[in-house]
């Protein structure tokens, strides 16, 4: 509860006080998976709390957003529609948009300065092994776009490849759920029901890799070389204010 309510007064903040941006477009990429494919059916669902308050914030500040997804067409959320998930749901089309995302073929990368992608294990098992949606996050970036994550997020963009073959991730600070998190919790069996842990995947395509030892805060937004990574969920809200930051 009590990062629940960090987390509410965080948007409303960013809400009172950013300045409206111009005509820019930011695309969310999500998940299409339930399940992760397993007997007991574990759940893969994106995390609302990731996707609404960073979508709230764009649309907020004047930014067109759309939403994409492997198979295109509406994408599953998990948790409830508190605070300001449920006002944008309410009041600012986040369901009309997240329930319509474009397939990969129908994105046009230029039409895009940024490109969020939030968290829940479904991203690990579509999003990170869809090659187009990877050359969609990689284009955007090589256009000088920003590329933002939170939690598993970050897996959802770790095996995108640039231009000149390189990883997208190479020798930049980039923050995603931590292995350590993840060998703890049973929500995928410790890990075992997942395609590759976060940060392993992240260190080992040349990321410097961010977890829990190296900052002051577990919920620090790391941001390098227009990379803004974070994390937790609770600091979803502060990615997409450091993307705009930049941005502008």
Known sequence: MQNWLRFLFIVTLLSATFGHASEKKVLIIASNAIDMGDAEKHDARNNLWEFAPPYHVFVSHGYDVDFASPNGGAVPFMMDPLGISSYTIKYEG???????????????????????????????????????????????????????????????????????????????????????TEKEKNWAKHGELLPFLVEQQLRENGAIAINKNTVRDKHDVIADARIVSSMFLPSAALVAKEMLLLLE
């Open 94 to 180: 986040f369901l009309e948009k997240a329930n319509n995302s474009l397939k990969p073929e129908q994105i046009q990368p230029n039409n895009y300065s940024a490109v969020f992608i939030g968290g829940g294990y479904g991203v690990l098992f579509d999003v990170a092994s869809n090659k187009k949606l990877q050359e969609v996050i990689a284009k955007i970036y090589e256009n000088g776009g920003i590329v933002g994550s939170c939690g598993h997020g970050a897996g959802g963009f770790a095996n995108a490849k640039l231009s000149n073959g390189k990883y997208l991730v190479q020798g930049k600070r980039v923050a995603g759920f931590p292995d350590a």
